[in-house]
């Protein structure tokens, strides 16, 4: 209030200058009713006792209600409709977002059930009903069907093996499933449990041999050898005390170059079937019970080299066509029950290294043309029969390299 001072006293000169005193009152009065009528703001500067006027405009101005009107209405209704839209749309989207992923597992689901529906458990991807079916079907064409599908009988205890037992599951169309068939049926019909060594579940069975019927291929299996494309060239157990009969479905393994089963117990007959093993060079059956007569067609074997089967009980005579063995080297047949006279074509076979005839019932006399291929003219060192004079030979032959009386 302090600055208006100087501004009253200076209105108050200029009317002083020239001015009546009523006049000067009349001026004042003007005045103070103008400033209080245009501007109630300016009213204090002449008057300090005014609170009245001052009060009403400063409250009014300070617009208490208008600031809280807007303030309240706007701020809250805005702020929680607006906010907790857009948090309760947010999640929303987040609840979508996981469909896609469990959608996803569903193909994955689909696509598991082709892998397992082949599944591992099933033999060669093919129902163990069909499997069997489709073996027994081959396996029919090699052995008699009738005594296949007899229990117990060698032939069913191979097939049942192969089928249900054995770990390597072979697969109708496998092109060893025979061979292997046909080594499992030897194993049975030989009475593989009470081989000497290596039977199936054989632990004393040494390395590097393997005992029969196990999981492996059977080319490793105990006295078999088999060439580079796995076809078996060899059975060779000695001493093993094999017994039983001799399969005539060794005829399936083509590739067959020796069969050497010499001291068993083997009580069968030589199956003619083996008579078509063109590769066979090597047939020793020495040292068993071999009973009947050795089939003719033994004698078309041309690639065999040693026939080996002394010390059995054997009958019947030796073929004329022993001549055909054109690559024979040994032929064994002493101490069997064979009957008639050494043929004359046995004289033909000129690699012919050792012959051995004593201890049967051979009559007659030596062949010349046998004697003929004695050594030093020809390969044959060792020559014996039944040619002792007790007191007539039973057999005449003056270039025996040893004789024996039966």
Known sequence: MKLFFPFIAALMTDVRGDSTGEEVKTFWERELQSSVTATPTRAPVGTFDTPSPTRTPTVTPVTASPTQSPTKSPTQSPTKSPTSAPIDSTPAPVITTPAPVVTTPAPVVTTASPTISPAPSFN?????????????????????????????????????????????????????????????????????????????????????????????????WFGLTCDVDLCITEIIFESNNVAGIIPFELEQLEGLQVISLEQGTLTSTIPTNLGTLANLRIFDLDFNA?????????????????????????????????????????????????????????????????????????????????????????????????????????????????????
């Open 124 to 220: 060669c991807n093919v129902d163990p009903v069909l499997r069997r079916a489709q073996i027994l079907g081959i396996l029919g064409g090699v052995s008699n069907p009738v005594i296949l599908s007899t229990t117990a009988t060698p032939q069913n205890n191979a097939a049942e093996w192969l089928i249900g037992t054995d770990e390597f599951a072979v697969c109708p169309g496998d092109e060893k499933l025979i061979q292997r068939y046909v080594m499992a049926l030897f194993y049975y019909s030989t009475s593989g449990d009470s081989w000497t060594q290596c039977s199936a579940g054989d632990v004393s069975c040494a390395v590097p041999n393997i005992p029969f019927l196990t999981s492996v291929n059977e080319c490793e």
């Open 290 to 406: 071999i009973t009947g007569i050795i089939p003719e067609e033994m004698y078309s074997l041309t690639s065999l080299e040693q026939l080996d089967l002394n010390s059995n009980q054997l009958t019947g005579t030796l073929s004329d066509s022993v001549g055909n063995l054109e690559r024979l080297q040994l032929l064994q047949l002493y101490e069997n029950l064979m009957t008639g006279t050494i043929p004359i074509t046995l004289g033909n076979v000129e690699s012919l290294v050792i012959g051995e005839f004593y201890n049967n019932t051979f009559t007659g006399v030596m062949p010349q043309s046998i004697c003929d291929n004695r050594s030093p003219n020809g390969a044959i060192t060792g020559l014996t029969s039944d040619c002792f004079p007790n007191p007539l030979p039973q057999l005449e032959c003056t270039c025996c390299t040893g004789c024996a009386v039966f």
